[in-house]
T-cell receptor, first 116, second 109 residues
């Protein structure tokens, strides 16, 4: 247990569905991240929230929409996904002053998403 | 720009030593992380190098050469439980972490 929890752990959805992934950290950190991990590809940073500042990877499609209501909770809203979006989605948190801080990131167990 | 290169797969024998290399081209480089990820699990932090040289932490050591854009992770006295993917990631002052594709290490008896 790293102090970062994610739900659900597995999700199967159709291309017309809308679903949300949830992440919660119990470490008192002030930065949270969404990553996408596909087979044979590097871990890809999607979004970062830190001290109410948000950074997004410009290559992430708009069908992925993050929400960070407070420093402990992070959501990833999904709609009209494509089969190529099937991957492991990892949430992470860290203690840092800015989104560029080097502090160690603690990862959640991930949500395995399959888009049919 | 950011570019990280590490071998895709490696195999080593239980009890042996293995070195996993990572080369990078990272503008504004600050430091380099190594993470371990077992299949189906979250990545976990192993080390963070900022200065040149070797840092030892039990059976694991990590080395950095900033001038050569090169790092390695050294695993000694390999155990079966060390079978995992090892992720190299660079940190720079103007981008969040950038990860390599990872090296899948298989430890065999």
């Amino acid at each position: 247990e790293t102090g970062v929890t994610q739900t659900p752990r597995h999700l199967v959805m159709g291309m017309t569905n809308k679903k949300s992934l949830k992440c919660e950290q119990h470490l008192g950190h002030n930065a949270m991240y969404w990553y996408k991990q596909s087979a044979k590809k590097p871990l890809e940073l999607m979004f970062v929230y830190s001290l109410e500042e948000r950074v997004e990877n410009n290559s992430v499609p708009s069908r992925f929409s993050p929400e960070c209501p407070n420093s402990s909770h992070l959501f990833l809203h999904l709609h009209t996904l494509q089969p190529e979006d099937s991957a492991l989605y990892l949430c992470a948190s860290s203690q840092g002053g800015t989104i560029y801080s080097y502090n160690e990131q603690f990862f959640g167990p991930g949500t395995r998403l399959t888009v049919l | 720009g950011q570019n990280i290169d590490q071998p895709t797969e490696m195999t080593a024998t239980e009890g042996a030593i293995v070195q996993i290399n990572c080369t990078y081209q990272t503008s504004g480089f600050n430091g380099l992380f190594w993470y371990q990820q077992h299949a189906g699990e979250a990545p976990t932090f192993l080390s963070y190098n900022v200065l040149d040289g070797l840092e030892e932490k039990g059976r694991f050591s990590s080395f950095l050469s900033r001038s050569k854009g090169y790092s390695y992770l050294l695993l000694k006295e390999l155990q079966m439980k060390d079978s995992a993917s090892y992720l190299c990631a660079t940190h720079s002052g103007n981008t969040p972490l950038v990860f390599g594709k990872g090296t899948r290490l298989s430890v065999i008896a």
